[in-house]
Structures are given as structure tokens and as C-alpha cells.
């Protein structure tokens, strides 16, 4: 069964070396995190560093549910709507929460 990801282009990456770009960046609510899950997604990519803040309410509700979160993403402004195929590369580590990953897009 196929299952959509989302990627959520809000050109904060823009607000890259600027203050308060760890700090001030757009989050998920944990009510949008059901939301992404009770549509059938089964990845969600951003662009800015973290889908949310401490206590982490959308990482326990997007995690929980095996949805995968791809953070920090930049020129989401180049793909179309649709139509793009994603590759991302993810380093195996033991005993980590996270990877750091290379995404290349493809557009149809």
C-alpha cells in the first residue's frame, strides 16, 4: 500500500545564522501530528530544525506511530506540488534517536 509523504515548505530556512532560527522556528501541535497520521502519511519532511519544542509532543505522536520525520530541509521552494520522488540517504547508528541524511530530489 502506498502512503503519501508530506513536505512542509515554510522558507524558514531562509532564517538560516539568523538569532533565533533554533529557537523561534514554526512547530507541529500534537493535534497536527493526528492530523498527518489519520491522513496515511507515512513521512514528514520541514524546513526548519525540529517539527517542534520540548516536551517533544509531535515527535511522541509522529514517532509513536512510525511516521518518519526528515528535519531541516532547504529549497523546498524548487520542487512542484507534486510529482517529486525523494532518496534519502540515512547513516546506521547504534544506540542514537536520529541520523544525519542526504535528500536528492527528483522531479517527473
Do not use: M
Request: contains cysteine.
Amino acid at each position: 500500500t502506498f502512503h503519501p509523504h508530506l513536505i512542509l515548505n515554510t522558507d524558514w530556512y531562509r532564517q538560516w545564522r539568523q538569532p533565533g532560527f533554533f529557537s523561534e522556528h514554526p512547530v507541529l501541535t500534537a493535534a497536527a501530528a493526528q492530523f498527518i497520521i489519520d491522513c496515511n502519511v507515512s513521512l514528514v519532511g520541514v524546513d526548519f530544525p525540529s517539527v517542534d519544542r520540548p516536551p517533544h509532543p509531535a515527535h511522541l505522536v509522529l514517532l509513536g506511530n512510525d511516521i518518519l520525520i526528515v528535519e531541516n530541509l532547504t529549497n523546498l521552494n524548487q520542487l512542484p506540488p507534486t510529482g517529486t520522488t525523494l532518496v534519502i540517504g540515512i547513516l546506521r547508528l547504534q544506540g542514537g534517536s536520529g541520523s544525519p541524511v542526504s535528500v536528492t530530489a527528483f522531479v517527473k
